[in-house]
């Protein structure tokens, strides 16, 4: 069931050159759901990757695919713990931080706009995102991009190739394991 899913929405953090990715897929039982999780933490282990299922509801899932060394990282960058302080984190250490967000989206329908900390996404577009609701971005792409421009739109198409040549090696019968990189 997750197997298309990790390689159409998680080919850049697979490939380690994203944070993480996130997607929703449907499940009907949730047992399975969670066994399916567990194996494939199971596989992922000694490569760095880890999935978790951050929501369900109404037979959806959302489910959490990162590298939890480039999380850890990525909650070091300067300002990164104050701004989730501010958002109702105690402290940007990834498992509490993750633990807070899960439990954040369980109790609310949209998305918190830190989760874009969770994802890779540079503080300045968070924050830019914030400020102008939405709006005044400098480009849209896997986010609203209100800093450096130029250097993102080259890392989308990164992004972008990273899927198109995970999609088609898959396709003619590589599996998850086999394309992953190893931490």
Known sequence: MLEKHLIEHCSPTLASIKTANLFTCAYGDEAELERE???????????????????????????????????????????????????????????????RLRRKLQSEDGFPHEIGLFLGYPLGDVVGFIVNAGRNYALTGYWKVYTNAGETARMFERYNRCRDVYERLWKQGRSVSQLTVAA
């Open 37 to 99: 999780v567990t194996d494939w933490n199971r596989q992922m282990r000694g490569k760095g990757i880890f999935l978790q299922v951050l929501r369900k509801k109404e037979g959806r899932a959302l489910v959490y695919v990162c590298r939890f060394s480039r999380l850890e990282e990525d909650m070091q960058k300067p300002g990164t713990a104050e701004f989730l302080k501010q958002c109702g984190y105690e402290k940007a250490e990834p498992a509490a931080a993750l633990d």
